[in-house]
């Protein structure tokens, strides 16, 4: 297993990569805003009434801060320890690259339930989860996956609390 002090190598592409992976993220919480359909209508019902009202008070320094917090612990947590160390040793029995889709797979699940308040909440993070393991995976470190984390709870949380103008029912 790769030592934690080497989980994290800033670079310029790494930082691109967490921006472009933020925006992605955004925007998928932006389509699900829009067409609130079926499970991801419940999905956004459930974030309008129930994460919504949680961070309703927080200042917006308080908004980043628990982002930051989430984006690094989270993604050292389920990126680092789990899909890598998980990744390593599956590596170790069964060779060089062959525990990595597995790895990835238990990691978003974990991550996904670990975000359970609903059925359809623990498939969004689920489905999150899956991009930020990508996102390690093609980066070769958490550096990329901390910041598109980070960011997207950053401006998600801004959006859901602090937004002016109505774009679907999302507040911009």
């Not at 917090?69 to 990744?87: C, S, V």
């Not at 990691?107 to 999150?128: K, P």
């Not at 901390?146 to 774009?167: I, P, Q, S, W």
């Amino acid at each position: 297993m790769v030592p934690v002090g080497e989980w994290v190598a800033w670079s310029a592409e790494g930082l691109g990569w967490g921006l472009a992976g933020a925006v992605v993220l955004l925007g998928i919480l932006l389509l699900c805003r829009r067409f609130q359909v079926g499970p991801i209508g419940r999905l956004m019902r459930l974030v309008d009434e129930t994460v919504k009202p949680l961070f309703r008070e927080c200042r917006v320094v308080d908004l980043l801060v628990i982002s930051v917090l989430a984006g690094i612990g989270e993604e050292l947590l389920f990126r680092g320890l789990i899909q890598g160390g998980l990744a390593g040793w599956l590596e170790s029995w069964w060779g060089e690259g062959a525990g990595g889709a597995v790895a990835l797979g238990v990691a978003s699940g974990l991550f996904g339930l670990a975000h359970c308040i609903s059925r359809e909440y623990v498939v969004f993070a689920t489905v999150f989860g899956l991009l930020l393991g990508w996102m390690a995976i093609a980066t070769g470190d958490l550096l990329a996956p901390m910041v598109a984390h980070g960011g997207y709870d950053f401006v998600a949380l801004l959006l859901l609390t602090k937004g002016g103008r109505e774009v679907g029912t999302l507040k911009v």
